[in-house]
Nanobody, 114 residues
Framework: QVQLVESGGGLVQAGGSLRLSCAVAGSIESINAMGWYRQAPGKQREWVATITSGRTTYYTDSVQGRFTISRDYAKNTVSLQMNSLKPEDTAVYYC????????WGQGTQVTVSS
């Protein structure tokens, strides 16, 4: 059984930094991409960043230049370094893996105070 285990969320002041990590527990064949989504209170879940199997990275416009996604292929983890955080980045962040199926983490809360 596959599980995505997230860590690194928390409370930070605006302008601060956090690093989220997601470890894949179990085996996923043919991972095409790994990434992060977020869901703010009262809003729909939105895509944040993706890293493909070919190491190409993509970001939603609102985090471009502030967030960096990376993947450790040996440890099968994906991380999201978040700098210059803003109150509007407050959300539950979800790890996502796209293989033969879609896999989701349980979510980790990120709160940015003004």
């Amino acid at each position: 059984q596959v599980q995505l285990v997230e860590s690194g969320g928390g409370l930070v002041q605006a302008g601060g930094s956090l690093r989220l990590s997601c470890a894949v527990a179990g085996s996923i064949e043919s991972i095409n991409a790994m990434g992060w989504y977020r869901q703010a209170p009262g809003k729909q879940r939105e895509w944040v960043a993706t890293i493909t199997s070919g190491r190409t990275t993509y970001y939603t416009d609102s985090v471009q230049g502030r967030f960096t996604i990376s993947r450790d292929y040996a440890k099968n983890t994906v991380s999201l370094q978040m700098n210059s955080l803003k109150p509007e980045d407050t959300a539950v962040y979800y790890c996502h893996v796209r293989g033969q199926y879609d896999y989701w983490g349980q979510g980790t809360q990120v709160t940015v105070s003004s």
